[in-house]
């Protein structure tokens, strides 16, 4: 199982092995990197934790944990959880300020302890088989161990094909789960409860405080700090756009080193930032990486993507973090900040004025002049003016206001249409699933009282960012290659203070981020801190239909081939196929098609055409953490 996920520690081994709990830990080094070893025990070796992840404000929990008593044997931040768990139990949670996934295994109560971080960012998968707990970074290591068989769950690739990737603790695979964010769970006894320990709420006041931007310059600092505790130097992710600008700025100020930043580039401009991410470079004196991206490349490492991923994808987008990721860490960088948190905190995306302007226009709905407004949001809609009235009519009809996700409607419909390619079997087994509406059964008691940009920062929060950009585009883009991500706008302390703001402090009409762009006038250059938002894309089909195209393509979607897998049906398949090889799907609805289908026939072949096989453990890397000290 170690082995299995291997990459996301390749600097160490280690493993318990009791009569009842076998723990095992792949190390990724990055503090006390002499002492920090897992499986680690608290002093007399009875209560232990495997965990993934960083708790930041590790050495002030350790001066408390001190004053009552408890003795430290490293100057890592896992041993702060084990003292916390024998002081404060299961309330140690709320203390901790990081991004993390970790199990404690009680020997006194013979009873394991599981947790996830505030907004997901470490994940935890888990299954249940023959009354045994069976838990892991990532699903491939379940796999590897032998008890858990991979089988796919019609339920989950519908979520998949709705919202981006399945919603936790559902996963694409039957009988897997995910612990959600948030959540904690306990097992004892062949139990397993769970529960929530931090929940995603909106206290919007009605005026902006006065000493607004000093809280806001304070907290920012704060945790771009916190983030830089490392034993090893901390580099950047630099997108070019604010968010990264203001991480990577920070950064450099608060680094003893020189601050390595790094980049992706694409030849083809619709997509390149290169002109912005060189201008901030030049301003930080970083030294600067550029990952130069070709269509032929994402085609090239789709597979690899797909194996670290674990689930269909509805865009390439991965593919370039991947080769970005093992740029850093091919010139010695294993943590980067990045900028992911920033737009669902201060409503950057389009989709907050999107909604703006559809409530805007539905309160008029024989006006004119108003869709017009869709236009200015997407100026490329008025290339076509056909295209355009077809646009804003889809926006204008894509649900009521009065439904709870009327924000995300046109993203959840468009992407829907991905299931116009189901095969007739695929759709019988979904017989009765409305994803949809267990979105709506889920919410919060409180959020129809919420403001409609509040009610889509939440949605933003809880269908895309964390199961989608925080982990396939994130946690598993980066730690293929061993390099951690670390995101100081997903500090809980600046995720409150965003959530209690008036909506008009970040989205002022239709300008975004409002009150980030004020305080960030002396932070980031200003033709940055005025640019618009753009969002990160990748190419898409033509990254799989170039003469020099990989064989797998072809050779997945043959007819033979999809119906073997299943889900999508061959002949409509062979219609999209024709038209991307022509070059004419060129839409979003058709993009989005052909890498959903591509992906899922990658990722039956990894996970269920076969056996998964993991590596057997080198044994010279093998640490024994079962000592007389660990048992006492």
């Known amino acids: 199982m170690a082995a299995a996920i291997r990459h996301r520690g390749p600097d160490g081994f280690g493993f318990f092995a009791g009569a009842r709990c076998g723990l095992a830990h792949t190390r ?68 901790l300020n990081g991004q993390f996934a970790f199990v404690i295994y009680d020997r006194r109560t013979d009873s394991l302890f599981l947790a996830r971080d505030r907004f997901g960012v470490r994940p935890l998968f888990y299954a249940v088989r023959g009354g045994d707990l069976y838990f892991a970074s990532e699903v491939k290591a379940l796999f590897a161990g032998g008890a858990v068989e991979a089988a796919p769950d019609p339920r989950g690739l519908d979520e998949v094909f709705t919202f981006w990737a399945s919603r936790a603790p559902r996963t694409p695979f039957l009988g897997v789960e995910a612990l959600p964010p948030g959540c904690c769970a306990h097992w004892r006894n062949g139990q397993l409860r769970t529960s929530r320990w931090y929940e995603l709420r909106y206290a919007e006041t009605a005026k902006e405080s006065a000493d607004a931007l000093e809280q806001l310059d304070r907290l920012m600092r704060s945790s771009v700090q916190l983030r830089m505790r490392a034993d090893v130097p901390v580099g950047g992710y630099l997108s070019g756009g604010l968010d990264s600008s203001i991480a990577c700025s920070l950064a450099a100020a608060a680094s003893p080193h020189e601050l390595r930043t790094f980049s992706v580039a694409f030849d083809d401009a619709q997509f390149d930032e290169s002109a912005f991410q060189q201008l901030v470079a030049r301003e930080l004196a970083s030294r600067h990486l550029v990952q130069t991206i070709e269509p032929r490349d994402i085609a090239r490492v789709f597979p690899d993507v797909i194996r670290h991923t674990e689930t269909p994808l509805v865009r390439t987008g991965p593919a370039p973090l991947l080769l970005l990721s093992r740029l850093a860490r091919d010139n010695g960088i294993k943590v980067v900040l990045t900028g992911e948190g920033s737009d669902e905190l201060f409503l950057g995306y389009d989709l907050f004025k999107e909604t703006v302007v559809r409530l805007f226009c539905l309160r008029q709905p024989e006006s004119k002049w108003r869709p017009r407004l869709f236009r200015r949001l997407y100026p490329y809609l008025a290339d076509n003016a056909r295209g355009g009235e077809l646009w804003s009519a889809f926006f204008l009809n894509a649900g009521s206001p009065q439904d709870p996700l009327f924000s995300h409607l046109p993203r959840f419909l468009l992407t829907s249409r991905i299931k116009d390619f189901y095969s007739a079997d695929f759709r019988a087994a979904l017989a009765g699933a409305d994803p949809l509406q267990e979105l709506r059964d889920t919410l919060p008691a409180e959020f129809a009282g919420w403001s409609p940009q509040h009610r889509a920062a939440y949605l933003e929060m809880t269908t895309l960012l964390e199961p989608y950009l925080l982990s396939s585009q994130g946690d598993r883009m980066a730690l293929a290659n061993g390099v951690e991500g670390r995101f100081p706008f997903l500090d809980h302390r600046l995720f409150e203070f965003a959530a209690a703001l008036p909506t008009s402090s970040k989205l002022r009409g239709l300008e975004e981020k409002d009150i980030l762009r004020r305080w960030s006038a002396d932070v980031v250059p200003p033709s940055v801190r005025r640019r618009a938002k753009q969002p990160y894309r990748a190419p898409d089909v033509p990254a799989f239909f170039a003469p020099d195209r990989p064989e797998y393509v072809d050779e997945l979607l043959e007819p033979a081939q999809l119906r073997a897998t299943g889900v999508f049906e061959p002949g409509a398949v062979a219609g999209l196929v024709k038209r991307c090889r022509a070059g004419r799907a060129t839409g979003v609805r058709e993009s989005q098609a052909l890498v959903a289908i ?35």
């Open 28 to 95: 990724l080094s990055i503090i006390d990197i002499a002492g920090g070893a897992q499986p680690l025990a608290n002093e007399d070796g009875q209560v232990l934790v495997v965990y993934n992840g960083e708790v930041y404000n590790y050495r002030e929990l350790r001066r408390d944990l001190e004053s009552h008593g408890h003795r430290f044997r490293t100057h890592c931040d896992t041993e702060v959880l084990v003292h916390g768990y024998e002081q404060w139990g299961e309330a140690m949670l709320h203390r």
């Open 598 to 632: 591509l992906s899922t026939q990658l990722w039956h072949q990894e996970f269920h055409s076969h056996a998964p096989s993991a590596p057997r453990m080198v044994r010279a890397d093998v640490e024994l953490h079962e000592t007389a000290e660990v048992q006492r």
